[in-house]
């Protein structure tokens, strides 16, 4: 069971580091949009993966906020990344239909990576 639990959290870290990788190749590119979304992405599987790892289960849902609650039911220690949240969590669907904004600045594409990339290796801390 312990493996099995372990083969999954794998996948979700795996998922995670490819969504932060794809980021960076668009930011190449400046296809922002995307850039923004993979970042949430990014963010949502490695928080999934820590969920797998407690053995939690978690709703379907791209709001990272309810992720990261559930997260601080195992460790306080998530809470600091509610403002990364608050960030991220829009990009899941913002960018990704027709509306006023059609991309976000570069800077904002800039931070989205940082703090995907810093949610992804805290969660990596976390595990054995």
Known sequence: ????????????????RRDL????????ELLLENVAYHCQQSAEKAL????????AGFPKTHDLDVLLDLCCQFDSEFRRWDDAADT???YATEFRYPSDTLEPEEEDARQA????????????????
């Open 1 to 16: 069971m312990a493996e099995a639990r372990q083969a999954e959290v794998e996948k979700w870290l795996t998922i995670s």
């Open 88 to 90: 991220l969590t829009p």
């Open 113 to 128: 990576i940082e703090m995907a990339e810093l949610i992804l290796n805290f969660v990596i801390q976390r595990l054995p």
């Open 48 to 55: 999934k993966a820590y969920l797998v790892h407690q053995g």
């Open 21 to 28: 990788q794809s980021a960076r190749v668009l930011l190449k």
